[in-house]
Nanobody, 117 residues
Framework: QVQLVESGGGLVQAGGSLSLSCAAS????????MSWYRQGPGKQRTLVAS???????NYADSVKGRFTISRDNAKNTVYLQMNSLKPEDTAVYYCNIATPWPVGGYWGQGTQVTVSS
């Protein structure tokens, strides 16, 4: 059974930083791409950042230069370092592992990030 457990969310003032972690179990973590998504109030879930098994990264335009995704295959963990946070970054952040099945992979339970102005 694949499980993803996110941690690190919380409340921070604008301009501050937070670091999210997502620990995976039940699968060969190192061979899969990992991603962070977010869903703001009344909005659709959107991609924030992704990292391939080889470490290539991709970011949404809205977070480029502020967020950094990384992974530690020895710890089966993916991270999201978020700097210069803005109120519009407020959302529930979800971790995803891109397993070939089921379609869309697996999701964590989400962690709330709230940025106050």
């Amino acid at each position: 059974q694949v499980q993803l457990v996110e941690s690190g969310g919380g409340l921070v003032q604008a301009g501050g930083s937070l670091s999210l972690s997502c620990a995976a179990s039940g699968t060969s973590f190192s061979i899969h791409a990992m991603s962070w998504y977010r869903q703001g109030p009344g909005k659709q879930r959107t991609l924030v950042a992704s990292i391939t098994r080889n470490g290539a990264t991709n970011y949404a335009d809205s977070v480029k230069g502020r967020f950094t995704i990384s992974r530690d295959n020895a710890k089966n963990t993916v991270y999201l370092q978020m700097n210069s946070l803005k109120p519009e970054d407020t959302a529930v952040y979800y971790c995803n592992i891109a397993t070939p099945w089921p379609v869309g992979g697996y999701w964590g339970q989400g962690t709330q990030v709230t940025v106050s102005s």
